[in-house]
C-alpha cells in the first residue's frame, strides 16, 4: 500500500450525498406551454457513502462501484484527462434502491464528490451536472439546499433555502416504477390539472418564502393527492385520512417511487410514534423514522 512519508498508511478518502423521501413538489414548472417535469426533492438523513484508498498494487478499475457509479467515474477522468488511480473502491448505503430515495443519483454525487477529493480539485457543481445529465434524469441531492427543479434538464429553477424541516414517518410500498415509461402519463395529468398544479406549486413557493412548514406540508399533500391520479399508491387513501389524528402536519410521496409518509413540523411524542407504527403495521408494512430537510 501507498504510505505518507512518516510511513503510516496512505488516507483514505471519501464522498457522502444525502437521499430523499421522494418530492415535497412534483409536477409542471408551467403546464400551459409543453410542461416539463418540475421537482422539489425532500432530502433526507441517510446517506450513500463511496470510499478510495490508494493502493500502488491494486487495479485502476472501479469493479466495487455500481454500473452507475462507475460511469461518472469516466466521465469525471474524461473531463479532467486524468487517468484512473491504482487503489481499492468501497461502498455504503443506507438507501432503498428503487423506491424514490435517489439511491442511484446519490451514489453518482458520493463517486463524484470523493473523486474531487482523490485529486484534490475545487468542487464543481457544474461537472457534477455535467455528468448526471449523461446518465440519468436526476435529484438535486448534490445541493445542499431545497431547490425547484426540472428533472429531465438538470436546471435549478429556484433555490429555496435551508430553514425548512420535518419529521417523518413512512412506508415503501411493494413494487417499482419506470420513471421515464409513465413519464406521457405524467406530462397528460399535468396539462389536464394545470390550474390544479399552478396553485400548488405557488402555495408551496410561499411556504418556503415566509418559512412557514404548515404551509409546505399543505402544498406537499396536495402534489402527493394530485400524484394518486396518475400512479396511485395502495396505503395513501388510508394515510390521509388519519393524518389530521395523528397531528401530522401533511402527507408526502415519492411521486415515481413507492413511498408514502406523514410529515410532521414539530418532532411526534413516543406515544403518538407508538400510534403510527401501529398504524402502518395493520397495513401490512413497518414504517420508518427520519428527519428530513435541512434545519
Same mark, same amino acid.
Given at each position: 500500500?501507498?504510505?505518507?512519508?512518516?510511513?503510516?498508511?496512505?488516507?483514505?478518502?471519501?464522498?457522502?450525498?444525502?437521499?430523499?423521501?421522494?418530492?415535497?413538489?412534483?409536477?409542471?414548472?408551467?403546464?400551459?406551454?409543453?410542461?416539463?417535469? =418540475?421537482?422539489?426533492?425532500?432530502?433526507?438523513?441517510?446517506? !450513500?457513502?463511496?470510499?478510495?484508498?490508494?493502493?500502488?498494487?491494486?487495479?485502476?478499475?472501479?469493479?466495487?462501484?455500481?454500473?452507475?457509479?462507475?460511469?461518472?467515474?469516466?466521465?469525471?477522468?474524461?473531463?479532467?484527462?486524468?487517468?484512473?488511480?491504482?487503489?481499492?473502491?468501497?461502498?455504503? *448505503?443506507?438507501?432503498?434502491?428503487?423506491?424514490?430515495?435517489?439511491?442511484?443519483? =446519490?451514489?453518482?454525487?458520493?463517486?463524484?464528490?470523493?473523486?474531487?477529493?482523490?485529486? *484534490?480539485?475545487?468542487?464543481?457543481?457544474?461537472?457534477?451536472?455535467?455528468?448526471?445529465? =449523461?446518465?440519468?434524469?436526476?435529484? !438535486?441531492?448534490?445541493?445542499?439546499?431545497?431547490?425547484?427543479?426540472? *428533472?429531465?434538464?438538470?436546471?435549478?429553477?429556484?433555490?429555496?433555502?435551508?430553514?425548512?424541516?420535518?419529521?417523518?414517518?413512512?412506508?415503501?410500498?411493494?413494487?417499482?416504477?419506470?420513471?421515464?415509461?409513465?413519464?406521457?402519463? &405524467? &406530462?397528460?395529468?399535468?396539462?389536464?390539472?394545470?390550474?390544479?398544479?399552478?396553485?400548488?406549486?405557488?402555495?408551496?413557493?410561499?411556504?418556503?418564502?415566509?418559512?412557514?412548514?404548515?404551509?409546505?406540508?399543505?402544498?406537499?399533500?396536495? !402534489?402527493?393527492?394530485? !400524484?394518486?391520479?396518475?400512479?396511485?399508491?395502495?396505503?395513501?387513501?388510508?394515510?390521509?385520512?388519519?393524518?389530521?389524528?395523528?397531528? =401530522?402536519?401533511?402527507?408526502?410521496?415519492?411521486?415515481?417511487?413507492?413511498?408514502?409518509?406523514?410529515?410532521?413540523?414539530?418532532?411526534?411524542?413516543?406515544?403518538?410514534?407508538?400510534?403510527? *407504527?401501529?398504524?402502518?403495521?395493520?397495513?401490512?408494512?413497518?414504517?420508518?423514522?427520519?428527519?428530513?430537510?435541512?434545519?
Amino acid at each position: 500500500m501507498l504510505t505518507d512519508a512518516d510511513n503510516r498508511p496512505a488516507r483514505t478518502v471519501s464522498g457522502v450525498c444525502h437521499g430523499t423521501l421522494g418530492e415535497l413538489y412534483q409536477g409542471p414548472l408551467d403546464a400551459r406551454d409543453r410542461p416539463e417535469i =418540475a421537482i422539489v426533492s425532500f432530502p433526507v438523513d441517510r446517506h !450513500s457513502w463511496v470510499y478510495f484508498t490508494p493502493d500502488a498494487g491494486a487495479p485502476t478499475g472501479t469493479e466495487n462501484l455500481g454500473a452507475k457509479a462507475a460511469k461518472a467515474a469516466r466521465l469525471f477522468l474524461d473531463h479532467y484527462g486524468l487517468e484512473p488511480p491504482p487503489g481499492r473502491w468501497n461502498t455504503y *448505503s443506507d438507501l432503498d434502491v428503487g423506491v424514490g430515495m435517489a439511491s442511484s443519483t =446519490a451514489d453518482i454525487v458520493a463517486t463524484l464528490r470523493c473523486l474531487f477529493r482523490v485529486f *484534490s480539485l475545487p468542487y464543481d457543481s457544474r461537472v457534477v451536472i455535467g455528468v448526471l445529465s =449523461a446518465i440519468e434524469r436526476a435529484d !438535486s441531492v448534490f445541493l445542499q439546499e431545497y431547490a425547484l427543479y426540472l *428533472s429531465g434538464r438538470h436546471r435549478v429553477v429556484h433555490r429555496l433555502g435551508t430553514g425548512i424541516a420535518f419529521h417523518t414517518a413512512f412506508v415503501a410500498e411493494p413494487g417499482t416504477v419506470d420513471t421515464a415509461g409513465v413519464t406521457p402519463q &405524467l &406530462l397528460r395529468q399535468y396539462r389536464r390539472c394545470a390550474a390544479e398544479y399552478e396553485r400548488c406549486l405557488t402555495d408551496l413557493l410561499k411556504g418556503f418564502a415566509g418559512g412557514d412548514p404548515a404551509a409546505v406540508a399543505r402544498a406537499s399533500t396536495v !402534489s402527493a393527492t394530485l !400524484s394518486q391520479e396518475v400512479l396511485p399508491k395502495q396505503t395513501f387513501d388510508a394515510v390521509l385520512a388519519r393524518r389530521e389524528e395523528f397531528g =401530522a402536519d401533511g402527507v408526502f410521496v415519492a411521486h415515481t417511487g413507492s413511498l408514502v409518509g406523514l410529515l410532521f413540523a414539530r418532532r411526534p411524542a413516543p406515544a403518538v410514534k407508538g400510534e403510527v *407504527s401501529a398504524f402502518f403495521h395493520s397495513l401490512g408494512h413497518q414504517c420508518s423514522f427520519a428527519q428530513g430537510g435541512y434545519a
